[in-house]
Nanobody, 126 residues
Framework: QEQLVESGGGLVQPGGSLKLSCAASGFIFTNYGMSWFRQTPGKERELVAAITSAGFSTRYADSVKGRFTISRNNANNTVFLQMSSLKVEDTAVYYC???????????????????WGQGTQVTVSS
């Protein structure tokens, strides 16, 4: 069974840092680009960061450029999101996503819609 399990979320003060982890299993990790999405109530899920299967290329939402860094460790099937200089508006549920396309593509995909984790809550508040 394909599975993505996020961890590392929590409460952090504005300006603080937090590192999210996503452990993947049940599929060939190196065949997939990985990404982080986030969603807040009443808003659509948005792409935060993405990384190619080999980790050579990354892409970030304009709102997080310079503050967030996505990385992956293909030896242990894990993807990370290092978040720094956090802002209140970064508060959201963060989802790990595996996708055969870069940037991730969930519609009209010849390789299927990819896989999603359950999400981890990140709350930035003073």
């Amino acid at each position: 069974q394909e599975q993505l399990v996020e961890s590392g979320g929590g409460l952090v003060q504005p300006g603080g840092s937090l590192k999210l982890s996503c452990a993947a299993s049940g599929f060939i990790f190196t065949n997939y680009g990985m990404s982080w999405f986030r969603q807040t109530p009443g808003k659509e899920r948005e792409l935060v960061a993405a990384i190619t299967s080999a980790g050579f290329s990354t892409r970030y939402a304009d709102s997080v450029k310079g503050r967030f860094t996505i990385s992956r460790n293909n030896a242990n099937n894990t993807v990370f999101l290092q978040m720094s200089s956090l802002k209140v508006e970064d508060t959201a549920v963060y989802y790990c996503h595996a996708n055969r396309y870069f940037p991730p593509r969930t519609e009209n995909s010849d390789y299927g819609p990819g896989y999603w984790g359950q999400g981890t809550q990140v709350t930035v508040s003073s």
